[in-house]
């Protein structure tokens, strides 16, 4: 390595570790692992050592002379005064959250279009998150609001402490700018609420012993009356504890009409059940793969995520795609009314998003990763599609739409070309750019390309390098490459807007691959790679390394792996089954124990993903590519860097813990940061951002530059 010894000294550092870690490593399973001690998320001994961890990591990479420009750098670009403020738009105008350099916590405000339109907008202030939170003396993160439709006066807005999946829900008058006094107030807990009417609520939360599900999540929903304490509240549907958990269920349509009140029943990640409410409950015969869309020109909307034959039709429908019922008739009889077809993807089609105005419906599909955009409108019994004229060989978005209009709101954005925010008026046809974000670096001299790597199992795999007009191809190119590959998750082309600054410029290279298990390209190439067959995600990341390095754009020492969550388990999986690809991996908010992950945060929700540890022929599939159980001695990983946070209360701050301390007692060089705040974020606000975004890329010019 040439002017890298600080870093391998720095690392080396963390190989000692805090006093108490056993330096005879047993085997990373069940009650003979030796940090299990590491699970207790506010155990003392843990937060003592991650604050020991902490301040080596910080020590090695802040005192880079890299690292402080990469912070001011990304605070910069993430602070910007001109970049895009997106809003919604709502009954009273156009909503936005702000954060910068004043409003840490950050402010929901409110603007008209025609100011919006300004290059200046005139914004009224709804709420002061950072002056709330310091009234109160909490660490209040800004979740979100439900209004009520169609006022859309009262709120019930989420606050989370610290940024916490587990939320506080307060009622909130959008008018008066106040909490209601003696409104709806519920304490801390992963729940979900949902208006009935303005005294009325419909809640999902822990109601006490033996109301949760083992993924921590509730399966007990009751109805709550303004005034009513929680005690009071009147159960109207109850799951099973071997479920994800259940959620209120209320249909309305563009006018806030309610059609139906019910629950979902998630019987595991990926298969529900609707039930719903009257004087005698229905469970729906839709497919357990399905899912409630909402209402557009009249009709009920479901989504396919399986093939289907409805039980009233001849008709077969393939997964991926939308049907609708008409409202009328299904309301009269729900399991006999007659589905048709509003839209069918192609080979290497799927849908992207979707959502209603007053009398339409505004569709995005994705077409090999590229996005087109689409009207339709249900006329004479059948459903027509009109393109939409944004810019081609682009990424579409639905930012924001109104049920009181055909109004919409696209972003449009590709790797190399900064986001712009459109308008479109279906009514009028009028479309226009609202919004633009200027450059953030120099794009003249950078070129995308998208290439095919062969999986073991000769699948094709898609991804996109970008890099230089200029690189060699001669393996000496220093590059990231990027993967998610699961839940059905979409990789598409984004503006690179960091990345191409802090690490593009300077001649480096960044690749995303379309793995299976997303959701690229539908359904099948999520299912594809799921369960028993999840290896194959696995498989086609190391067979895009393995491409990259094939046609010599950059060699083992000079690759990176990068990936967060389920991205970061893959990041795992590639460092312990090809550790010799890799000289560096950044593991962001990690799964790492998969024969524990059932235990840890929220992890049990996910056995439709992984498998069911506690099965023997599950657990078989886990073992064999748990990244956590596969750090064995005799093996050189490539020195990771691994990002989590206490308050992450999803993917438990325990898998990257329980990394980093088996890594050390092999004796293996990593760096480890705990961000105390920011969720499974790993950051609560714009400053925490760009201090994890700036500890990576000193990171990855230390591993991958510094050679």
């Not at 839709?286 to 399986?306: D, Q």
């Not at 190439?525 to 290896?535: I, V």
Request: aromatic share 10%.
């Amino acid at each position: 390595m040439k002017n890298s010894l600080f870093l391998a000294a720095s690392l080396s550092m963390s190989c000692l570790m805090a006093a108490g870690l056993s330096q005879a490593l047993a085997p990373a399973s069940g009650a003979e692992d030796p940090f299990l001690w590491l699970e207790e998320i506010e155990g003392p001994r843990a937060l003592a050592w991650a604050r020991t961890e902490n301040g080596k990591t910080l020590s090695a990479l802040q005192s880079d002379p890299r690292y402080q420009r990469f912070y001011g750098e990304a605070l910069h670009v993430l602070q910007a005064k001109d970049r895009i403020p997106y809003v919604s738009l709502g009954r009273r105008g156009l909503d936005n959250f702000w954060q910068d350099e004043n409003q840490v916590r950050g402010v929901l405000r409110r603007t008209t279009l025609e100011s919006y339109r300004t290059q200046s907008p005139r914004w009224e202030t709804i709420l002061d998150v950072d002056a709330l939170a310091d009234a109160e003396k909490k660490n209040w993160i800004y979740e979100g609001a439900s209004c009520l439709p169609p006022q859309e006066r009262l709120c019930l807005l989420h606050l989370s402490e610290g940024g916490k999946d587990a939320v506080f829900v307060r009622e909130f008058d959008a008018v008066a700018k106040a909490f209601v006094s003696n409104g709806f107030e519920l304490p801390e807990g992963k729940q979900q609420v949902t208006w009935v009417n303005s005294d009325t609520v419909l809640i999902a939360r822990d109601w006490g012993e033996g109301t949760m599900t083992q993924a921590g999540y509730p399966f007990v929903v009751k109805e709550l009356k303004r005034a009513q304490s929680l005690a009071e509240a009147h159960e109207v549907f109850r799951g099973e504890p071997t479920d994800v958990g259940a959620t209120p269920f209320v249909l309305r349509d563009s006018e806030g009409t309610i059609h139906a009140t019910g629950a979902v029943r998630s019987v595991s990640s990926f298969e529900h059940e609707y039930i719903l409410f009257g004087s005698k409950p229905i469970k729906l015969n839709l497919p357990k793969k399905a899912t409630i869309g909402g209402i557009a020109s009249g009709r009920l909307l479901v989504t396919l995520n399986e093939d289907w034959k409805a039980p009233s039709g001849d008709t077969p429908f393939s997964a991926g795609s939308i049907i609708s019922y008409d409202l009328a008739e299904w309301k009269q009889d729900p399991l006999r009314a007659r589905p048709t077809l509003v839209f069918k993807p192609g080979p290497r089609q799927a849908l992207s998003g979707f959502t209603a105005t007053r009398n339409l419906l505004i569709l995005t599909i994705l077409d090999n990763v590229q996005s087109r955009a689409f009207v339709y409108k249900y006329h004479r019994g059948a459903w027509q599609a009109t393109p939409i004229p944004l810019p081609e060989n682009a990424s579409v978005g639905l930012a924001a739409a109104s049920h009181e209009t055909d109004e919409a709101m696209f972003t449009v954005s590709s790797f190399l070309s900064p986001t712009m925010l459109w308008y479109f008026d279906a009514a009028t046809e009028r479309l226009e750019t609202l919004r633009a974000s200027p450059p953030r670096f120099d794009a003249s001299r950078l070129v995308v390309e998208q290439f095919e790597a062969i999986s073991r199992d000769g699948t094709r795999i898609p991804y996109f390098l970008l890099r230089s007009k200029s690189a060699r191809f001669d393996g000496s190119t220093p590059t990231l490459l990027y993967g998610y590959g699961g839940f059905q998750t979409p990789l598409i082309p984004s503006y690179a807007g960091l990345t191409g600054r802090l690490w593009l410029e300077q001649g480096n290279a960044y690749v995303v691959a379309n793995l299976r298990g997303g959701g690229e390209f539908g359904p099948q190439w999520h299912q594809t790679a799921q369960g028993a067959t999840k290896q194959r995600t696995w498989d086609d990341f190391i067979a895009v390394a393995e491409d990259l390095i094939r046609r010599k754009i950059t060699s083992p020492r000079s690759l990176g792996a990068v990936g967060g969550s389920q991205g970061g388990l893959l990041v795992g999986t590639a460092i312990t089954q090809r550790p010799e690809l890799f000289n560096a991996a950044i593991l962001q908010v990690p799964l790492f124990d998969m024969v524990r992950f059932t235990k840890l945060g929220a992890g049990a929700s996910w056995i439709g993903e992984y498998g069911d540890p506690t099965i023997p022929e599950q657990r078989k599939w886990l073992e064999a590519y748990s990244p956590y159980q596969r750090l064995v001695p005799g093996k050189t990983y490539p020195a990771p860097f691994i990002l989590t946070s206490t308050k992450d209360d999803r993917v438990h701050p325990a898998h990257g813990r329980k990394a980093a301390a088996r890594l050390a007692a092999l004796g293996q060089p990593y760096l480890y940061y705990e961000n105390t705040d920011g969720g499974h974020s790993a950051a609560a606000n714009l400053i925490e951002q760009a201090r994890r975004i700036a500890l990576e890329y000193t990171y990855a010019f230390r591993r991958l530059v510094d050679e």
